[in-house]
């Protein structure tokens, strides 16, 4: 059976993933969350979907590093690891951000070190075992800032910088990294959006793109994959017309 | 606020929409959030979902299982779940849902809340008959357990409650054993509704699903098309090697992205020009497949489930549905009856669809199924014509002491309401005072 790993199982996108996987074929699940009772609601769920699987729960301060260390070891000691999803993030609001310098910190933590810390600590035992495949939730606000939204666009542009430069160290290796940059999705974080009549694509849609992705191991996986298109205009549009919009 | 409608898009009114995403949550929200209303996925029709204007706790994201016992085939899930996905998950081990109606697109809380029917009536009864016991939510912020031995009036209440007794944060249900994803099938065309009766009556012993398609444009001679299904057993489906091909294709098929009606027409796309001749082709089309054959449960049970946004093609102003239930008793005559006010009405109906339910009263207090024979339409909305028509139809309904499903209505008058369904007064008692609809303002005063 596949060993998969998932941080931040409780996330919407992620919870689809496992959903899919454990359809496809049985599997090992280690589901890490923040609140052990969600994350037990989401194995129970897998559970009843797939008899055959073997889903663990597990619970991890996100944001301390050396907890982080704790859980990772941990999870590898306990079986060698065939794909970790880093799916945890939280969709702080811009004024919030600008207005409480504590809330924009923890937005930049959360969204931005985490990420990375949790890749850095998966990728020691995966390089010793020379086998795996990381992948990591991204966004498509990471790859230009705006306005609206630039503090949580930076925490994943942080991400996406550290998994291209991930991606250039392991390049010889069979580990592969893979970033995943989906535009806005109906989850209960985009909620407000939603309700603001924003367009999003369905979370069901995004998640077997990102389960494709990481089974072909592809680098960058926009999806829906329109956003790639998008997103090659949005970041090559000339400073003078970008300033002029209001995105 | 967000523009919500319901499936026949008669009203797109702003709503606060509160998506309950975790079933620990839901009993602050709604304290939090009051009075308002649960929108599950909106496949009703009328008004029985909405509230305008004000709170709607969104039940989508309840999508969970709990537990699932492969002795007995009970099921617990959260009140969000789609039939569909109960459906693909457990019809391969083996078990399905007794009761689904004509789209499995629905949560289990709308199939609860609407105590739903389907074609196997005379055989199963309705959903209720196979829900075990719920958790429900009150907006006093209390989660109360109900079953049918602790809690029997509650129960029954939210059964076919229409949302109105609380919210159901999550249900146990008994699915049953199948053999296999097949149907053994046998499709008869009939002339006139004393044939359609005899149909039903000869069927209703032998066949587990029977349903029919009436072309109510034809008057007297009321021709349709009767339909009639058994479940195949494993060794039935398995002396079939064929079948095996078509799941193979029927399932790439689903996986696929489904068809959609890409945009709302600036007009109903039924109108008197294409309802003559659909209804003539759909009569022939069907005739031609008379006899017996062999189905896959999807497509026969729900054939209108792959046309995502279908409802979309009858314009801008969206359309009624009108499903009304008479005793057998005078029935014939009242069918009749009906279907002579739509011929002379000119006002057509796309799919009419006659069938009769079994010998059983329904649980709820609310419930819509009772003996009888229940005849559903649509009717594109033209405005005070359309209104006309099921004023009509109202009075045969009412001489026939029959009543008009809830899930449907977007328009039946109080005293209809109030005729049809005798136990309202006690229903009342069972009210949570924070929730309110379109429908309870409606007919029921608050
Ligand atoms: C193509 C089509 C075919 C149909 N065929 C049939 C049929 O054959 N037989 C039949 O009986 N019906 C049929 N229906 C109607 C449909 O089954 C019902 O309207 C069903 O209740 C819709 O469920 P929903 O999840 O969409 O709920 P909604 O329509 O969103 O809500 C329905 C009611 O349930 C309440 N509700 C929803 N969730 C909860 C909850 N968690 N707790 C408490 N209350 C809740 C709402 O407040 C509302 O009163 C059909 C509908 C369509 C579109």
Same mark, same amino acid.
């Given at each position: +059976? ?55 729960? +597990? ?66 035992? +995966? ?121 | ?289 008379s006899g017996f054959d062999v189905a896959h449960y999807e497509p026969f049970s729900y054939p209108l489930d792959n046309l995502q946004d279908w409802n979309r093609m009858y314009g801008p102003r969206g359309f009624y549905q009108y499903q009304s239930v008479v005793p057998r008793e005078g029935g014939q005559l ?113």
């Open positions: +059976m596949q060993h998969i790993v998932i941080i931040g199982a409780t996330s919407a996108m992620a919870e689809h993933c496992a959903r899919l996987w454990v359809q496809a074929a049985p599997v090992r699940l280690t589901l890490v969350g923040r609140d052990e009772a969600r994350t037990r609601r989401v194995a129970d769920d897998l559970r009843v979907r797939s008899p055959q699987s073997d889903v663990h729960v +597990m619970t991890s301060d996100f944001v301390d590093a050396a907890a982080i260390q704790r859980t990772v070891s941990h999870i590898v000691n306990q079986a060698a690891v065939d794909v970790v999803l880093i799916a945890h993030g939280v969709l702080s609001g811009q004024g919030t951000c600008q207005d409480d310098l504590l809330a924009c910190d923890a937005a930049l933590q959360v969204n931005g070190v985490s990420p990375v810390l949790f890749a850095e600590a998966f990728a020691k035992p +995966m390089v010793a075992t020379n086998h795996g495949t990381i992948a990591i939730i991204g966004s498509v606000a990471g790859d230009r800032g705006r306005k609206t939204n630039y503090v949580y666009g930076a925490a994943k542009g942080l991400v996406s910088r550290y998994a291209q430069g991930m991606q250039h160290r392991l390049a010889q290796t069979n580990v592969k990294v893979v970033l995943i940059k989906p535009g806005p999705t109906d989850t209960p974080m985009t909620s407000d959006l939603k309700a603001k009549g924003q367009k999003m694509a369905s979370v069901e849609v995004v998640a077997q793109d990102i389960v494709k992705g990481i089974a072909s191991g592809k680098p960058v996986v926009y999806t829906p994959g329109i956003w790639q298109v998008i997103m090659l205009v949005v970041m090559h549009l000339p400073r003078f017309v970008f300033n002029k919009l209001n995105i | 606020m967000k523009p919500v409608s319901a499936w026949g898009r008669l009203s797109n009114d702003l709503h606060d929409v509160h998506v309950l995403t975790d079933r620990a949550h839901v009993a602050p929200v709604l304290a939090a959030h009051r009075p308002g209303l649960a929108f599950g996925n909106g496949r009703s029709y009328g008004d029985v979902c909405l509230n305008p204007h004000g709170h709607l706790w969104h039940t989508t994201g309840l999508n969970k299982f709990m537990a699932f016992d492969d002795a007995t085939g009970r099921l617990v899930c959260e009140a969000g779940v789609l039939l569909r996905d109960i459906q693909r998950l457990f019809v391969p081990r083996g078990w399905m849902l007794p009761v689904t109606p004509g789209t499995q697109l629905i949560t289990v809380g709308g199939a609860i809340a609407n105590d739903v029917h389907g074609k196997n009536h005379h055989a199963v009864g309705s959903f209720g008959d196979h829900v075990l016991g719920v958790s429900l939510a009150r907006t006093t912020g209390e989660v109360l357990s109900l079953d049918w031995t602790q809690t029997p009036a509650l129960m029954s209440a939210t059964l076919g409650g229409l949302g109105l007794t609380g919210v159901i944060v999550t249900a146990e249900l008994q699915l049953r054993r199948v053999g296999s994803p097949w149907l053994r099938t046998e499709t008869l065309p009939y002339q006139g509704l004393t044939e359609f009766f005899e149909l039903a009556d000869a069927s209703e012993h032998d066949w587990e699903h029977t349903v029919s398609w009436i072309d109510c444009l034809a008057g007297q001679t009321a021709r349709g098309i009767f339909m009639r299904a058994n479940p195949m057993s494993a060794p039935q489906a398995a002396a079939m090697p064929s079948l095996k091909a078509v799941l193979a294709a029927h399932q790439q098929k689903t996986q696929s992205q489904p068809l959609r009606m890409p945009f709302v027409p600036p007009l109903s796309l039924v109108n008197g020009l294409s309802l003559k001749p659909f209804n003539m082709a759909y009569y022939e089309l069907q005739k031609l497949k009242a069918v009749q009856a009906m279907l002579d006010a739509i011929a002379a009405s000119g006002e057509g109906s796309f799919l009419a669809v006659l069938k009769t339910f079994g010998n059983r009263e329904a649980k709820g207090m609310l419930s819509f199924p009772e003996p009888g024979v229940t005849l559903a339409l649509d009717f594109p909305n033209r405005g005070q014509r359309t209104l006309q028509l099921m004023d009509r139809l109202d009075a045969i309904v009412r001489e026939a002491k029959g009543r008009l499903y809830m899930a449907k209505d977007a328009r039946m008058p109080r005293d209809l309401f109030e005729a049809g369904y005798p136990r309202l007064s006690e229903f009342a008692a069972h009210r949570d005072a924070g929730i309110s609809s379109a429908m309870s303002r409606r007919l029921m005063g608050v």
